[in-house]
């Protein structure tokens, strides 16, 4: 395989295809004729695998890049966006630079607060999954199973000890050793750096003709727990979830406590009967038995019975360990809203590419709360997505990640991109195989039909998806301007590439 190099002007982006995550490749033109490669996430979601596997896509990139990478760009601390830096091939590759958010930045307090709440939250998911393993049934168990593994980056078993231990040790974690491996690999090098948002313009060394704006993740701890979008924001067939968390860590704190179920619980102890003696107790143990089952001594006639002796559901200890899942969604999506959101430049042609990792609604809304004062007037979030060319969609093209509205909309969103003489070469990228996300429990619609709709509709068919071949001409699109595209892009089983010039569209 030979070395990826740049352009003459511009920027190549690869888009490898390892399965349901998130792997880019960009080569820029440096000044002196050379090649600045940057790599953007590398990780998939395991069972999810369309053509190549992870190593190879491993090995393409080190060939690719001849074993050293000038900057690579973490977008946040998640499984599908991590895993395959772990790759045995990553052993010997070396590593310029390497960006994070300021969330992961260990002298910043608020990164640190949300840290331990992160790790707090996740020690509780950890509980309940061990915890559902007795009372909750395989369902819930797999679905948080899944949601977990996101978070750790292993399988919750891998590790082969506690699973709480896994959550508080960073040599446990996947995550946290593909982020360690990343960063001891910088410092080598020119070092590390923690983006904030609205903060200064970033710079490529030797690449002079790109600028890099950083617009997320938010300051705000509130708006990195803002998932859904509200009322216009969203497009049709969104999911909601309930906000439960706290009632849930409070039920499996119980269940852990002395098993009564009552030192945690909701309600005051006062009021509370322990479930291994509520069937057999004097003055209630026939209600407790007819409207709650459990197999009680106690002899009440059939006819009278509710429900069946072994029917746990009508407990709440048990409706509390399922909204465990709730809780793994918002830990889910705050980490989603931690996302590095940073937008390219290409300083010639004024043309832009917009990489957001799985922002959701709390970090896009945010974008609109700086901006970078120039001589001829402030550059804004909408002055960049108006000149958007490229969009990395949103967390594989879920609900809460890509906001819809109009131009005239005050908040960020899809209408804001790719507008004037810039949507003649407006192009999506969406890292998703919904034949695996739609085979999960529940359902995860990566990519939601209406978003794909729009992003098809907007670009003139120019998207790539992980799971399907080259893009095919729309019937409303020319030959002649369909052939203009595809003159600028390669695909293989391992990845889609494509050429951005810095001139005019």
Known sequence: MPLMMAPESGVTVRMY????????????????????????????KPGSKVHATVAEVATDIVEATGGKLDLVIVTHEHQDHLNGFLSDAFDELKVGEAWFAWTEDPSDSVANALRARHRDQLIGLLSAYEQLGVDGGDAPRTWLKALIELELGDEPEASGVSLGFAATDPARSGNKRAMAMLKEKAKRERGIRFVAPHG?????????????????????PDLIADEDPVGTESFPGQAMTAPSKHSFLAAVRAAQSDGNGISDGPFDPVYGVPIDRAMDHPDFGSFFSKHYGGGSAIDVPDSEREVPDDAPFRRIPTDWLQSAEDLALKLNTGINNTSLVLAFELKASRKVLLFVGDAQRGNWIS???????????????????????????GHHGSHNATLDGTAKSAYPNLSWMAQGRYRREFTAMITAVPAWAYKQVPVWAH?????????VDKTSGRVFQTDTDAPEKPESVSGEEWSEFMARVRCTLLYFECDFADSDV
Not at 29 to 34: A, E, F, K, L, R
Not at 200 to 220: A, Y
């Open 17 to 44: 295809r390892p399965g349901h995550g998130d792997c880019f490749l960009l080569a820029f033109p440096t000044d002196t004729g050379g090649t600045f490669r940057v790599l953007i996430d590398f990780g998939y």
């Open 200 to 220: 200064d313009i970033l710079n490529m060394e030797g690449v002079s003709g790109v600028r890099v704006f950083p617009l997320g993740p938010p300051r705000d």
């Open 367 to 393: 974008w609109t709360d700086g901006e970078w004062p120039e001589d001829k007037g402030a550059i804004t979030a909408k002055d960049l997505l108006a000149r958007t060319v490229l969009y990395k969609v």
């Open 447 to 455: 990519p939601l039909a209406a978003i794909k709709t729009a992003l």
